[in-house]
């Protein structure tokens, strides 16, 4: 399943690699998304290259993370969603953010059962991120990953998050708008969802509402209205919804659309897209330094030199968490 | 809502403090817990005084994660559970960690409305944990009032971990045992449950199991059992078993109760749970050194008196993220 990295890399320039994926070369846009997944140092240092030459082509994609519980129907709304946009001649990209697994990434049951239909489409580019490897942190690779293939100037691009916790808050500083996706239920859902969830959605589409469960999708959709109620508003202005979805039915597809574009113009007009792009800048900026803090700090020799020592002590309780942490970055910052 | 940690710290040493945890004081035990999530300095060093005193008190206390998705039913098992550990004369404490909200904390509905038999049981211990303040860091704050429950000595500590995603990494970090509480269904849930969540699981409960989900409820034990198959054994020699339970009938809790029981004996005969607890204080130090690099770095004059040039130019476009970032960490670095 892997690619290798070491074919991006062969021989090419970052420069081609950017051309290319700026001029809509949808293998180098993958390979380039393998060549930033990568660890090794010297993939990293041709990525940022690449990168470096991608964030200079500005772009008007509109970036939607779609977030919700597992079993809320994410696949199937992304599909039928999709399937909306290319028919309304827009082109589209799906990149998915799993950052529930460790030890080996992915789901049980594969990608490959997943958006059968779209991942058939010319018009659609669908990459699922195995963004196992910056589990904890503040990985900036499905960013990275949503910038290059900004770059590669698709219109639409489709975030997918799995699992409702942390992620909501990276997704937020990589995407322009979030749908969050409910399933028909109230009184136990409602009381399950935080605030923080709920917050954070700009639009929320209550998914599978077909069959036995299209009675119980007006009363959960008056008691998300009522909860949205309950918090300020997250942009003044706008009213945020909550419309009735069905995959299966093909109903509330268009409407979602609609509201999506509703959202954008909205934010376009006031200025907060521009703003909001510079805070995820911003928010980048503040992942990368990160990053290369721990780095510098893990290669450092005087650190290197005391981490045993020190870790061993803290271990046989001979020395307290909080101590050793001040004297392993004391190591570190008084070099002079 | 909010107790004032000035009250907390106000004339009281930290070894007054510890020694009044150590000896069960709760009142004592809940304002240390305030003092360790303030973000003051003087609160902070104070914490870490008394934490220091309480790590030294070895702990007998079982660490018990209970996770699952939002409306899988956890404050109704944390309610039954919780009365079984009491009926079997052990003493309780209930943390709750809810990293979904970063604006307000808290959810919707409040703690109020949640475990109310228990909250009024004496030989418990309810602390919801508001830990909004370290999102996206590995925010070793949860961890800390663990640390300060069990130096309480309470027998049983069960910690409620909110939404699926990353927190399920840090809950293995900080517990010893971890229940998955999953709804009766299959299909649609098990194709939304990554691995990772199953993958750290000790235990299955399949929750709600009554009146019209009797039917579904053994089909999906079935189905969760055919999945931990497909999944390499999280301890060899420890079959992972996934059990039906029903918090309003009462059904299940018990054995709930006695495979945790059965998981304890199993991971201290295999010296399991003391290098699983060495592993957690590694993971302590580590979050903590980083946390610590992290403000030295923010408070470094010559990083002050470069970030804002460099985060105008990054935001601006005329300097890329990447050489932003590598910019600022020499400015740390470099300092000789």
Known sequence: MARSPEKTSSGMEAENIAEAIIAGNRQMLARAITLVESSKEEHQEKAHAVLDLCLAQQSESMVIGITGSPGAGKSSFIEALGEEIIHRGLTLAVLCIDPSSRRSGGSILGDKARMEK??????????????????????????????????????????????????????????????????????????????????????????????????????????????????????????????????????????????????????????????????????????????ELKKQFHADPAVVRRKKEIEAAVLSHSLSPFSGASLLVKAFTRRR
Chains 1, 2 share one sequence.
């Open 118 to 291: 779209l991942s058939t489409r010319p018009e659609a580019f669908i990459r699922p991120t195995p963004s196992s490897c910056h589990l904890g942190g503040s990985g900036p690779r499905t960013h990275e990953t949503i910038m290059l293939t900004r770059a590669a100037g698709y219109d639409v691009i489709l975030v997918e998050t799995v699992g409702v916790g942390q992620s909501e808050v990276q997704i937020e500083n990589m995407t322009d708008c979030i749908l969050l996706l409910m399933l028909p239920g109230s009184g136990d859902e409602l009381q399950g969802i935080k605030r923080g969830i709920m917050e954070i959605a700009d639009i929320i589409c209550i998914t599978k509402t077909d069959g036995e469960q299209e009675r119980s999708a007006s009363l959960a959709q008056a008691d998300f209205e009522a909860a949205l109620g309950m918090l300020p508003p997250k942009y003044e202005g706008f009213h945020r919804k909550v419309l009735l979805t069905s995959a299966l039915k093909g109903t509330g597809i268009a409407e979602s659309w609609e509201e999506i574009a509703t959202h954008f113009s909205f934010m376009r007009e006031r200025g907060i897209l521009e703003s909001h792009r510079q805070e995820q800048l911003f928010r980048l900026l503040e992942g990368l330094v990160e990053n």
